[in-house]
Every structure is written in C-alpha cells, then in structure tokens.
C-alpha cells in the first residue's frame, strides 16, 4: 500500500486484504508471494503471516484520505475475490469505492468465476449499500451521493480486470470479464508465457462482437465500436525476478497490432528480466525461445525459424520499448 507506486499504469496501491494462493502458471513467480514470504515468523512484522490471507479493515478508509484523484490499483497483494475473504468485507471494499467517486480504482483478479457470480447479484449491490451507510458514510449527503452511483449500473470508477498469461487462461477469464458488470473491462498479459488471440476469446460469447450467451452481460459505453467488443484496456510485459521466464516478441507484438487494429489502448509496461538480442542487447546469458514458448538451449540446430535469441539482462536494462517505441495508451477516467 503507497501513496506512490513504481507500476507504470497506475499512480497508488491499496491493499485492504494480503495475502493470496496460486492458482495459474502465471502465479508461479508471485513477485508479492516472494516478498512476503521473506519475513515469515518475524514477531511483529507486517508479513509475520507470509503470504496468507489477512483482512486488514484499519486500511479501508484510506481513499477517502486522498483528496486529488488518482488512479487506484486495488490489491495489488492480494486478489479481492479470493474465496477466503467473505462477501460482506468486499461489499465494503466497493462502498469505499462508491463512496470516493473522485478516483478510479483499478480492480485486476484471477478469480472470474467468482466476481461475475458476485458482482452479477442484485444482493450484493443491496450489501454495498447496507455497509456503506453503517460503517463509511460520513453524512447523508454523502450516501445519497454514492447511492447515485450505484443506481443499477455498474460503478463508473471501477476498472475491472483479469490476469491473461496464454491462451488457455484468455479462453476462460475473458468470456467471464464481459458477462461481468463493469465500466470499463482491462486484461493484464503479465507475465505474458504464450501467445494470444483475443478475438478468439471475444468470440467465445457467442459470437463475433461477442454478444449472447450471458443474460448478466452490461454494455459499457461505446463497447459495440471496438472489434474486441467490451475489452477497453489491454497491459502486456513480461516476467520480472528469479526464475523468471522470457517474453518472446512476437506475442507482444500480436497483442499491440490487435489492439491497433480494433482501437483499444495498449500499454507495454515492461520486457522483465530478458529482453531481445536483436534490441541491441549483446550481454547476459542467452535463452532461444520460439513463439510457442518452447526452449531450445543447446538445440540451436533443430530450433523453428521462429525462435529469438532473448538475453538476461535485468529489468531495468531490458526497458519497455518494442522495436524502439513505447506504448502507454490508457483509458481516459469516465
């Protein structure tokens, strides 16, 4: 949790709930679980639990601390829709939210299933209003306010996300993302382990401008002009820290031209740890990978005219630039 933050696409972090389980290859090298972990069994330190689930109630009326709005990343160690962390605390989570309309809050998770059965219930909204009037609403004024915004529509400040790493995970989690409520929809391909064909995801909702099968399912304004009908936002980078696996170009590449091609803002934060030899990379040890993610060190010979030569060189060194341009497109706050 920091009033600053070294993520490239958002300005704070707010972490309501720590800790988390693993769940899909892109979970094998959590940076967060990694931190955490260090100080397992520390008397007195923050994460003297390591990385098990903890609410942590004393921090949910941070944003409301913050005067200038900002760019929020919601739990960004932990996943709010974790299965541990009960309904009625995360009704609170979203009363906060409901309560500072003057940021927007970014809200990224593993767990589709259980967000769109969540946010999909008129329940749950009744809860938000319930916790938001007994615990956070300073005035009447203030409740009227938030209750506007929640008014049957999804909340115009949340961002909702999912984590995409191949596309097996973009084949489930994103069907799921659009049959959520949601204002805006994002998916983070961090760390980005295989190609991705979104449209062939949009298309699992039953057909090409991904309408049909979900009678939960909420437009967002302007969602039917883009060719990834109800995708606003896509992150892609690639894996930081020991063990970390590299990003091979192409499949950033084929994100950036999707997006390009159906005018959604793209946002390449980061390559990791390796970065492309031909990128004038020339130290650091080298791993040749083709565009299925396969590794041929040692193999040089029998490698697919595909393969690159990818070399570790630190994240800092490797950058953020993709044949020697950056991207940071982002929605605009509605």
């Known amino acids: 949790m920091a009033d600053t933050t070294g993520i490239e696409w ?5 972490n309501p709930v720590t800790g988390c389980t693993k769940i899909s290859d892109g979970c094998t090298h959590c940076y967060a679980a990694t931190f955490a972990e260090r100080w397992r069994g520390i008397p007195g330190h923050h994460f ?8 942590r109630p004393e921090r949910l009326r941070l944003p409301m ?20 962390i009960p309904d009625t605390y995360i009704a609170q989570v979203f009363a906060i939210m409901a309560l500072t309309p003057r940021h927007t809050y970014q809200v990224l998770t593993k767990r589709h299933a259980r967000m769109k059965a969540l946010l999909s219930r008129a329940t749950f909204w009744h809860d938000v209003a319930q916790q938001g009037r007994e615990h956070f609403a300073r005035c009447q004024e203030d409740w009227l306010a938030a209750g506007a915004m929640l008014g049957g529509k999804p909340l115009p400040n949340v961002w909702l996300g999912v984590s995409v790493e191949d596309q097996k995970w973009a084949d489930i989690r994103i069907p799921a993302l659009l049959g959520t409520p949601a204002a805006v929809r994002f998916l983070s391909c961090e760390p980005l382990l295989g190609p991705v064909n979104l449209k062939r995801a949009v298309i699992t909702m039953g057909s090409e401008r991904g309408h049909g099968l979900t009678a939960s399912y909420v437009h ?31 499949w950033a590449r084929h994100l950036r031209d999707q997006c390009t091609w159906a005018g959604v803002p ?3 934060k980061q390559w990791g740890e390796h970065a ?4 004038g990379h020339d130290r650091g040890a080298i791993t040749l990978i083709d565009t299925q993610g396969r590794t041929w060190n040692g193999r040089e010979a029998l490698a697919p005219p595909d393969a690159v030569r990818m070399r570790r060189v630190g994240k800092k060194a490797a950058g953020r630039l993709l044949d020697g341009a950056s991207y940071d497109a982002a929605p605009a706050a509605r």
């Open 65 to 84: 601390t913050w005067t200038k709005p900002r760019r929020i990343f919601l739990d960004s160690m932990s996943d709010l829709f974790h299965q541990d």
């Open 48 to 55: 003297e639990a390591g990385f098990d689930i903890i609410l």
């Open 266 to 268: 793209f946002f390449l």
């Open 220 to 250: 967002a304004a302007g969602c039917c002009e883009s060719g990834l009908h109800g995708i606003d936002w896509v992150i892609a980078g690639g894996e930081s820290g020991p063990g970390a696996r590299p990003m091979h170009p192409q």
């Open 276 to 279: 492309p030899e031909d990128h």
């Open 10 to 14: 958002t300005d704070s972090t707010w």
